[in-house]
């Protein structure tokens, strides 16, 4: 069965500053990865997706991810954050093969100082 | 696109009260999923439907949980009876191909 850790629970940096939230996976083959934010109250947004090729993947709102096989992660980066986005982030991971749902990661909150 | 509709909102009740939540997906998505989060178990997954059809119904918590779907534009998750561990925030999701999934607001579940 696949899992997701997230290692960070909750992260704070500075507005205009780089922002790097750490994803690690465990599944037997290439998986489904994903990135999901999560505003207050708010329902969860699909920020990007990796299935297959290029492992570096852009998204929505100027994020990134990188997936690298050999340490079985999945990154996500923003070279400048603002303070809209502050809020939770999942990392989370998908079966090609078998059950195919979602299993996500418990989370990371960032909180963005000005 | 209105979006994923759930509802209501919010809703508060006594336990061993019936409840049930909402879901209206995306048109023309035909997949449906119902999540729930707390704060100790994260984010799970309870079923899901493909074509109106329940596919994996392995992470409904217990008897007390049933969901149908049935029609293309509804889904109904209910408990019955409620009990306070039941509260939660439960989360309708929709997709038309199975991981591109658009979430619903959710529905803050609270049992007293």
């Known amino acids: 069965a696949q899992s997701v850790t997230q290692p960070d629970i909750h992260i704070t940096v500075s507005e205009g500053a780089s922002l790097e939230l750490r994803c690690n996976y465990s599944?037997?083959?290439?998986?489904?990865l994903f990135w999901y934010v999560q505003s207050p109250g708010q329902g969860l947004q699909l920020l990007l997706k990796y299935f297959s090729g290029d492992t570096l993947v852009q998204g929505i709102k100027g994020f990134e991810a990188e997936f690298k096989r050999s340490q079985s992660s999945f990154n996500l980066r923003k070279p400048s954050v603002h303070w809209s986005d502050a809020a939770e982030y999942f990392c989370a991971v998908g079966a090609n093969t078998g059950r195919r749902a979602l299993t996500f990661g418990s989370g990371t909150r960032l909180q963005v100082q000005p | 696109d209105a979006g994923v509709i759930q509802s209501p909102r919010h809703e508060v009740t006594e336990m061993g009260q019936e409840v049930t939540l909402r879901c209206k997906p995306i048109?023309?998505?035909?997949?449906l999923f119902w999540y729930r989060q707390t704060m100790m178990r994260g984010l799970e997954l309870l079923i899901y439907?493909?074509?109106?059809?329940?596919?994996?119904d392995s992470g409904m918590p217990e008897d007390r949980f049933s969901a149908k779907m049935p029609n293309a534009s509804f889904s109904t998750l209910k408990i019955q009876p409620s009990e306070p561990r039941d509260s939660a925030v439960y989360f309708c999701?929709?997709?038309?191909?199975?991981?591109?999934?658009?979430f619903g607001p959710g529905t803050r579940l609270t049992v007293t």
């Open positions: 439907f493909n074509n109106n059809v329940p596919i994996d």
């Open positions: 048109s023309g998505h035909d997949y």
């Open positions: 999701a929709s997709s038309l191909e199975i991981y591109e999934q658009y």
């Open positions: 599944y037997g083959a290439t998986p489904y």
